[in-house]
Nanobody, 127 residues
Framework: VQLQASGGGLVQAGGSLRLSCAASGVTFSAYVMAWFRQAPGKEREFVAARSWSGRTAYTDSVKGRFTISRDNAKNTVYLQMNNLKPEDTAVYYC??????????????????????WGQGTQVTVSS
């Protein structure tokens, strides 16, 4: 199983980036796909998740700015990030968790429920 994240970079505050995560070796439809992030000196935190059927969840700080989507034909999940802020600076990780691990979308933020993790992509937002 491999999750390959890409799309990170350096952007000014107010700018946009789109992250991609390509999955291989998994039955994509069986998994909730998510993005987490970890800033220097901080714990990993949940950002967004999307199920095969389109259920989504976002952490409050990104609602209205970030959008998670997935192309099930391409086994790829995206994170469109708009109006970026310096506090969004972090390494972003994609993750895959089997649908039957979650009893509801409220559990999508539970990091321990995800089976597979990508290598991370750095996002730096300058002020």
């Amino acid at each position: 199983v491999q999750l390959q994240a890409s799309g990170g970079g350096l952007v000014q505050a107010g700018g946009s980036l789109r992250l991609s995560c390509a999955a291989s070796g998994v039955t994509f439809s069986a998994y909730v796909m998510a993005w987490f992030r970890q800033a220097p000196g901080k714990e990993r935190e949940f950002v967004a998740a999307r199920s095969w059927s389109g259920r989504t969840a976002y952490t409050d700080s990104v609602k209205g700015r970030f959008t998670i989507s997935r192309d099930n034909a391409k086994n790829t999940v995206y994170l469109q990030m708009n109006n970026l802020k310096p506090e969004d600076t972090a390494v972003y990780y994609c993750a895959a968790g089997m649908h039957n691990t979650f009893s509801s979308s409220a559990e999508y933020s539970r990091g321990t429920a995800y089976n597979y993790w990508g290598q991370g992509t750095q996002v730096t937002v300058s002020s």
